[in-house]
Structure formats: C-alpha cells, structure tokens
C-alpha cells in the first residue's frame, strides 16, 4: 500500500516556466514533508522541507506548499533551469520518535532549453 | 560538511556470492537507512538502525541482514546474492527525531548480481 504517491512519473517543462510536481498521501499522522533531488548515479539530495504546522516554505525558487485536509503538498520551482533536471522524490515522516521515511515513486523532471 | 561515505560506487557479483555494501557517517547521527532505489518504485526501506547494535525491518527487509557495531558504521548484507537484488542501493543517516531532522544520503552503489 503505497502511502506516498507521485501520480505523475515524468513533466517536461520550458526553461524559465514554472515546474509543478505534485504529491499526495493517505496517513493523516504524517507531519513531517520533504522534497529530494537526485541527478542519475548520484545519491539524492535535500531540496525543501515542510512542517504540518504550516502551509507555505520558500526557498528562493524552490516552494512547498501543504494542503493537509485534501492530503496533498506540491513543489513549484520558478523559474525553471536546465539543470534542476532531475529525479525528484517527496518523502513524509510521522511524530518525532518515529523512524521511518517513506518515499514516493518520484517524478522525473525535463527542463528544455 | 555533513558526509555518508558509501565504499564503492560500482559493484558486480555473481549470484549465490555473499556480499556486503558498507557506509561511514561522520555526523555522529544516531539513525541510519539502508534504501535501495528501482525505477518505478521509488526509494524503498530495507533496514535501519536507531542505535549501536540495534536493527529494525523496514518494508523489504527478504534477502538482507544488516550490521551496525560502530556508531558511525552501517553494513548491508546480502547473504546469498540473486538477480532480483540488482538494484541501486543507497545509505542515509540522521539524528534521532526531537523535531524535524532530515536525512543525510551517501552516493548509492550500483550493485548488478549477474
């Protein structure tokens, strides 16, 4: 049973435009949001994280957005940038003390120059 | 400079071989990962430790065991290698979960059992 889900596998986008990766889950105890990067062969890396308390982190031009009754947080990178082609997974954790992360499927992100 | 040292980068066994991924923090975290990555399934848990000498399952733990005497030091064991275990596989690390604590990956090692 898949608790985070990336519903779409790859998004091509024009240099410049805004990227939108989606991400949902079904465990309301979640509270905890991040967002990885990962290029081919490489492990990934950190990008953005989110608390439940919020709905909003900015990052210069990296923002996560949280919807906690549809069960949902989105990635808006603007403007897009060839080089932020990538993997790019969401991961949630549950309460402090907890463990575990669980990963999406991820979404494979074309930027086009 | 926060660092997850995976030893090798690239490995190829045969199957039925014994074989043992190694990773070094030195961030001195309590909790480490194993994760192995397949295209279309995402990053999924094979093990992690919260302590020295302490291990727990993760969602895939078949075909693995795992070792941790060191704080610093978390082994993947894959006693009997099959094909099926090809995969690419990734260590992480963090502190233990007082707040929000993200994890920390090493650059995977690419491991095919042929």
């Known amino acids: 049973d898949q608790q985070v889900k990336q519903n779409s596998p790859s998004l091509s986008v024009q240099e410049g435009r805004i990227s939108i990766l989606n991400c949902d889950y079904t465990?309301?105890?979640?509270?905890?949001f991040l967002w990885y990067k990962k290029y081919p062969a490489e492990g990934p890396t950190f990008l953005i994280s989110?608390?439940?308390?919020?709905d909003k982190n900015e990052d210069g031009r990296f923002t996560v957005f949280l919807n906690k009754s549809a069960k949902h947080l989105s990635l808006h990178i603007v403007p897009s940038q060839p080089g932020d082609s990538a993997v790019y997974f969401c991961?949630?954790?549950?309460?402090?003390?907890?463990?575990?992360?669980?990963f999406g499927t991820g979404t494979r992100l074309k930027v086009l120059a | 400079d926060v660092k997850v040292t995976q030893s090798s980068r690239y490995l190829v066994k045969r199957t039925g071989e014994k074989v043992f991924l190694e990773c070094v923090q030195d961030?001195?975290?309590?909790?480490m990962f194993w994760y192995r990555q397949d295209p279309g399934l995402g990053l999924r848990l094979i093990y992690f430790?919260?302590?020295?000498?302490?291990?727990e399952k993760g969602d895939i733990p078949e075909g693995y065991s795992v070792s941790r005497e060191k704080k610093e030091r978390f082994s993947l064991i894959l006693e009997s290698a099959s094909t099926n275990q090809t995969s690419m596989y990734l260590c992480?690390?963090?502190?233990?979960?007082?707040?929000?604590?993200?994890?920390?990956f090493g650059s995977g090692t690419q491991l095919s059992v042929l």
């Open positions: 992480a690390s963090s502190f233990m979960r007082r707040t929000n604590e993200k994890l920390f």
């Open positions: 961030m001195d975290h309590e909790n």
């Open positions: 991961a949630a954790a549950g309460s402090p003390g907890t463990y575990k992360y669980i």
């Open positions: 465990n309301s105890m979640f509270d905890y």
């Open positions: 989110i608390s439940s308390i919020k």
């Open positions: 430790s919260y302590d020295v000498k302490m291990k």
